[in-house]
């Protein structure tokens, strides 16, 4: 393991271009809570029944007050040393001034704690919970407002106001998929961190980065899919093992 670990850390500290994919579970240590394994679940409802266009359409207050309550965590979290590791993973692999950076942060998190712990460069797969959109007229907005007064919330047309994220059955947003998807195809190493890696099509960016030529190291608690394919696999806490790599 330590091996392990040490030969991972000479792959990173050689590597010109890495890319990170980052999931729910670096958020764990700051007390934001999972999707799935233990404590994922919110009254018993799985995320493939709550982060769905048809599950709003539905029952938009309940979705709602899953939100609500997600925000109301992550306003009250603090960036945790997973973060912080990855901020100075940026820092040192920053490019020329004005040229492209070596380090990727691609992370399939709403809750704004890489930007929050520094991180410049984050492309964000499934949104984020601080911005709504206007099931009416469309518009986007940020909204910070913990707890919302009204479930659902309104826009000013009157229209109702859905969470800026991307759920089951929806596309990703174009510009940062293809970001994604050109800095996976390019990597040198890429380091799953924090993922159950089930959710495609983010899960399938370590498939692609291994098939065009990357070393593939996976830092998470519970086995995951990827685990057989990868040169390293980390057990563990992200906020423990990620500023060992440093
Ligand atoms: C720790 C830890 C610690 C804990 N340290 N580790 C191919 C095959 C099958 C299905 C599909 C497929 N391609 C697409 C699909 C359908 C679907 C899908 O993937 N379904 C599967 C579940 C079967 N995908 C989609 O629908 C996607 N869209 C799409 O494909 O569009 C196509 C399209 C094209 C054109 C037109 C229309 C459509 C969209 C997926 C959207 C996912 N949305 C959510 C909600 C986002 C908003 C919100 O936050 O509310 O994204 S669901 C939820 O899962 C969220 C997460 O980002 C995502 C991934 O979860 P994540 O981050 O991996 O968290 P967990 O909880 O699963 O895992 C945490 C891990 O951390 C655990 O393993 C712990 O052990 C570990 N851990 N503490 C380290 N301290
Ligand atoms: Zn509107």
Redesign the pocket.
């Known amino acids: 393991m330590t091996d392990s670990i040490g030969a991972l850390r000479q792959a990173v500290d050689e590597a010109e271009r890495i890319v990170a994919l980052t999931?729910?579970?670096?958020s764990?240590?700051s007390g934001v809570p999972?999707?799935?394994?233990p404590g994922?679940l919110w009254r018993n409802y799985s995320?493939?029944k709550l982060?769905t266009p048809e599950a709003f359409a539905e029952n938009p207050r309940l979705v709602w007050e899953w939100?609500d309550w997600r925000r109301s965590l992550i306003r009250k979290a603090e960036p945790n040393a997973?973060h912080l590791a990855l901020v100075e993973l940026e820092r040192r692999k920053a490019g020329e001034a004005g040229g492209p950076s070596g380090f990727t942060l691609v992370t399939?998190?709403?809750d704004g704690l890489h930007d929050r712990a520094g991180s410049r460069n984050v492309v964000k797969l499934?949104?984020d919970?601080w911005w709504v959109r206007c099931m009416g007229c469309g518009v986007e907005q940020r909204n910070e407002q913990v707890p919302l007064e009204d479930l659902p919330p309104r826009c000013a047309c009157g229209g109702s106001l859905r969470?800026g994220?991307?759920?089951?059955?929806?596309?990703?947003p174009e510009a940062e998929w293809e970001r994604a998807v050109e800095a996976s195809s390019n990597a040198q190493v890429f380091l799953a961190?924090?993922?159950?890696?089930?959710?495609?099509?983010?899960a399938g960016l370590a498939e692609l980065a291994q098939a065009a030529g990357a070393r593939l190291a996976v830092?998470?608690?519970?086995p995951?899919p990827l685990d057989a394919m990868a040169d390293w696999v980390l057990p563990?806490?992200?906020?423990e093992l990620l500023p060992r790599l440093l």
């Not at 999972?34 to 394994?37: D, L």
């Not at 830092?219 to 519970?222: I, R």
């Open positions: 999931g729910a579970g670096i764990a240590e999972t999707f799935r394994g994922g995320p493939e982060a939100y997973g399939q998190n709403v499934h949104g919970i969470p994220v991307v759920w089951f059955g929806e596309p990703l961190v924090g993922t159950s890696a089930v959710v495609y099509p983010a830092v998470n608690a519970e995951t563990g806490k992200s906020g």
